[in-house]
């Protein structure tokens, strides 16, 4: 009986949900495309000089596999939620595309510091895409409990921090542009659980809500499979020496093969009568990308990579499995996984990546040893308390009921946000 | 007429393979020495990646964005691809008839790129009379426009020597005029009221958000295909991009603005987000700051959201004209809007001011080429003898697929979110 008027018109549910759940989002995003154009107009060129052809078909290659990881990839990597699948998907295609505007203009004016001309070329783009990836990631711990107003707000000051984190360790820790990169993993997973900290958290009875029906997650393998096909493109990108690349794309390869191999064989093991769980599947085929991510081109033959891709599926699943617990007890709330798909495989590469370089060092110069293994760790750690201290910072802000946050009963419930007459309805 | 559509098909095909015997041969190059041989070879084959971009774009995107329908997804995406498949074959044949002064064609990447093209036009078209119409219809009006779109492509870019490089004005303008002339002229008045199955359910629009990714991800492909090599590539490239990012911004704003209480609309999200890589394709290449294009993209994302807001009812009520994915707000607007910023890019540019007319004048043929070209095709289907579906049978997969029966699975699913819904309601 009360299905009935609602089906037939839609916004009557207005009434029943919060009126202007998040009325400021026209102003707001109308204001920032308005000033970014205006900065746009004032501080930015093309690069004029003229390029090989080859090299330009080159790296709009990669540009192409980047965004297709960051848009149709993460998109629909999160859309495991039966009730969130258009917030998910949609959101992220906001939240790349507000990103990538905002991160070239302020990896122009941090890496000159000042407020001259910053020439746009192919690479920026690419670096602005990869960094807004960073955004894509954390917001895989919050979705479902923030509205789009409250995300634009993490992505302006995750933003911030990861630029503001690739520069300080460029200058002051001797990383290279492909490390500080690579390092995105950690930086966004630890950002993304820190924030989701400070969240209010979903009620223990809201089981029906998180739980999922088959095409959603079908749509969530569709993400996962994107993902999976295009990452030694993300890894191998940022490398300057073709030999390097190469060895990154083959190790890339390698690894996630095994991780996709073990992924389903730990999940069935894992299980008492032998099932394959879907969510482990989605998740864990992807940790050995990640874990391969940093030490990608150091890593001397594939039985390595193998190795590495096996023990970040491994441990991905049991932390899945076990470790959520764990969580639950901190009182965090992880609504996609990415602890266990980005979080602690990216520690995995930055611990392998620390032992390989020291390991190089070993054969030239003994006595560099400590020092390196020292800068290294040292960047390692940096991002992740940079994460974890602008995450806490963003959780904090975002906190505020002047936002409007979602009511908690309304969390992973896309409908207030979407107009439509049959989301009344059953779907 | 039983065997209506296998033969047509089937003669159709025929008929293309026999035009490639005699009209078509492969691009070879009079050049001695393995050394400059395989250098060439090298460089034709640049373009592929380019190529292999669109071609998803033909195939995936354009297929998957129709997909929004709740019973109507194996049409849209099968038929999409029968039309595209024989588009391209019949568009290397026109264009390549009509650029090589009669003599045989040569094909190589380029005359692919240039048959996707084509193709996207027909598929442009589609969306506009889509779920009304017969597949024997379909192919009827993919031979049709097809020919007249590489005459007005030809006329533009050959004799006008108008400059549109991500075809605003001769793909998306010419596509969406085109359709609706046809859509005009098959108009229903019995489907003047909604009809119950033109609406779309929760995963059905999910599945159009897919086409929607595929083509904005590689939409500065399909700008930059055919520029010319070098720094023109380059800007196609960011411009597009830019352009893009800046529309999805103000289609969110707009979207959540126009909408009761704040909320977004899907319909906006799938189509207008798009408009951007529209309207930026007529100056993509040509010297424009980044700001320029990103006020493109912007602009014509907020057209968009407001043609699918006022627009398309009015054309419904008031022009009987039924328009069923919205190709005017889409395609034909926004092209329309680059048209004018390519004209407005030379003005403030240092080129000469005779380009401008030019451009104008192309914008101008290539509207005016789509609605006459149209209004033909439209009066052609509507010879009753195409078996186009019956008015309650409009937007149906069931009238021309097997389509599988319900199985114990739907109903589990069905009975499970009906369930969890009254639940949440409680």
Same mark, same amino acid.
């Not at chain 1, 290659?61 to 990881?69: A, E, P």
């Not at chain 1, 000159?112 to 960073?134: D, H, P, R, Y």
């Not at chain 1, 975002?398 to 309304?410: D, E, M, R």
């Not at chain 2, 398309?312 to 004018?340: Q, S």
């Given at each position: ?88 998907? $949609? ?6 595309? #507000?990103?990538?505007?905002? +991160? %070239? /203009?302020?990896?122009?004016? @941090?890496? *000159? !510091? ?13 670096? $602005? ?6 955004? #894509?990631?954390?917001?895989? +711990? %919050? /979705?479902?409990?923030?509205? @789009?107003? *409250? !995300? ?276 | ?426």
């Amino acid at each position: 009986m009360l299905v009935e008027p609602l089906h037939r018109d839609g916004h009557r549910m207005g009434s029943k949900y919060q009126q202007s759940l998040w009325g400021c989002l026209p102003l707001w995003a109308l204001l920032l495309e308005v000033a970014l154009i205006l900065i746009f107009l004032l501080f930015t060129s093309y690069d004029t000089s003229s390029k090989d052809q080859k090299d330009l078909l080159g790296t709009f290659r990669v540009i192409q596999d980047v965004i297709l990881m960051a848009a149709l990839g993460l998109g629909f990597l999160n859309t495991s939620l039966r009730r969130h699948c258009w917030s998910s998907v $949609a959101f992220n295609l906001f939240l790349l595309a #507000l990103g990538v505007q905002f +991160t %070239v /203009l302020l990896d122009g004016f @941090l890496k *000159q !510091l000042s407020l001259k001309k910053i020439v746009i070329n192919l690479s920026s783009v690419q670096m $602005a895409t990869m960094s807004a990836t960073s955004v #894509l990631i954390s917001a895989g +711990t %919050v /979705l479902g409990k923030v509205n @789009l107003v *409250q !995300l634009v707000l993490m992505m302006l000051i995750e933003l911030t921090a990861f630029s503001t984190t690739r520069i300080v360790g460029k200058k002051l820790l001797n990383m290279d542009n492909h490390i500080s990169m690579m390092y995105i993993h950690v930086f966004a997973a630890y950002f993304g659980l820190t924030a989701s900290y400070c969240l209010p958290k979903p009620p223990k009875e809201m089981k029906q809500e998180t739980q999922m029906a088959t095409s959603p997650s079908l749509f969530a393998m569709l993400g996962t499979l994107f993902l999976w096909i295009f990452w030694p493109s993300f890894n191998s990108s940022l490398l300057d020496l073709l030999s390097e690349r190469k060895k990154a794309v083959f190790n890339t390869y390698y690894a996630l093969a095994v991780s996709a191999v073990t992924a389903i064989l730990v999940s069935a093991l894992v299980h008492s009568r032998g099932k394959i769980n879907m969510i482990h599947i989605h998740n864990a085929v992807l940790a050995g990308g990640v874990a391969v991510g940093p030490a990608c081109y150091l890593i001397p033959s594939p039985w390595l990579a193998m190795l590495l891709g096996l023990i970040a599926g491994l441990i991905s699943i049991l932390e899945a499995k076990y470790l959520s617990v764990c969580f639950q007890m901190l009182n965090i709330h992880d609504t996609y996984g990415v602890h266990y798909t980005f979080g602690l495989p990216g520690l995995l590469g930055g611990i392998i990546y620390v032992v390989l370089m020291a390991h190089q060092v070993m054969w030239t110069d003994i006595s560099m040893v400590r020092y390196q293994v020292l800068t290294n760790l040292g960047a390692l750690s940096f991002s992740v308390i940079m994460g974890m201290v602008f995450g806490l910072l963003t959780g904090f802000i975002l906190s505020f009921k002047i936002w409007k946050p979602p009511y908690v009963a309304n969390y992973f419930n896309g409908r207030p946000f979407w107009t439509s007459p049959y989301l009344a309805a059953g779907y | 007429m039983r065997f209506q559509f296998s033969l047509i098909a089937i003669g159709l095909e025929v008929t293309m393979i026999i035009l490639f015997g005699v009209f078509v041969e492969y691009e070879t190059d009079q050049i001695t020495g393995t050394q400059s041989l395989s250098t060439h070879m090298n460089g034709s084959l640049d373009l592929y990646p380019l190529f292999q971009d669109i071609h998803v774009m033909i195939f995936a995107g354009f297929g998957f964005v129709m997909t929004f329908l709740k019973k109507y997804g194996f049409s849209s995406v099968g038929i999409n691809l029968l039309i595209a498949a024989l588009g391209l074959q019949w568009g290397t044949l026109v264009q390549g008839y009509l650029y090589s002064n009669g003599k045989k064609t040569r094909v190589g990447i380029r005359n692919m790129i240039n048959a996707d093209f084509s193709a996207a036009t027909v598929l442009i078209s589609f969306g506009a009379v889509l779920g009304k119409t017969s597949p024997v219809q379909m192919l009827i009006m993919t031979i049709i426009e097809i020919a007249v779109f590489a005459g007005n492509e030809y006329a533009v870019g050959a004799r006008l020597l108008a400059s549109d490089v991500g075809a605003s004005m001769t793909i998306h303008a010419f596509g969406a005029y085109f359709g609706l002339a046809v859509a005009g002229v098959l108009y229903r008045p019995t489907l003047r009221k909604r009809h119950p199955n033109e609406e779309s359910v929760y995963h059905s629009d999910i599945f159009a958000m897919i086409g929607t990714l595929f083509l904005w991800i590689f939409w500065p492909s399909f700008n930059s295909a055919i520029a010319d090599p070098g720094v023109n590539q380059h800007r196609a490239m960011v411009n597009t991009y830019f352009s893009l990012a800046a529309c999805v911004v103000s289609v969110f704003a707009f979207s959540s603005l126009l909408e009761p209480g704040n909320r977004l609309n899907m319909v906006h999200i799938q189509n207008a987000t798009l408009a951007g890589g529209v309207a930026v394709g007529a100056c993509a290449d040509m010297v424009v700051h980044p700001y320029f294009s990103m006020l493109i993209g912007s602009i014509a994302g907020i057209v968009s959201v407001l043609g699918f807001k006022y627009l398309t009812p009015l054309f419904t009520t008031k022009l009987r004209i039924h328009d069923t994915c919205g190709v005017h707000n889409l395609h034909g607007l926004p092209g329309v809007i680059g048209g004018l910023a390519s004209i407005l890019a030379i003005a403030v540019g240092e080129t000469d001011r005779h380009s401008m007319g030019r451009q104008a004048a192309a914008l101008f043929t290539s509207i005016a080429t789509a609605i006459g070209g149209g209004l033909i095709t439209g009066l052609i289907l509507r010879i009753p003898v195409w078996g186009p579906p019956a008015d309650e049978d409009c937007y149906d997969d069931s009238v021309y697929w097997k389509v599988p029966q319900r199985t114990e699975h739907d109903y589990h699913f069905q009975e499970y979110g009906s369930h969890s819904h009254q639940e949440i309601e409680i």
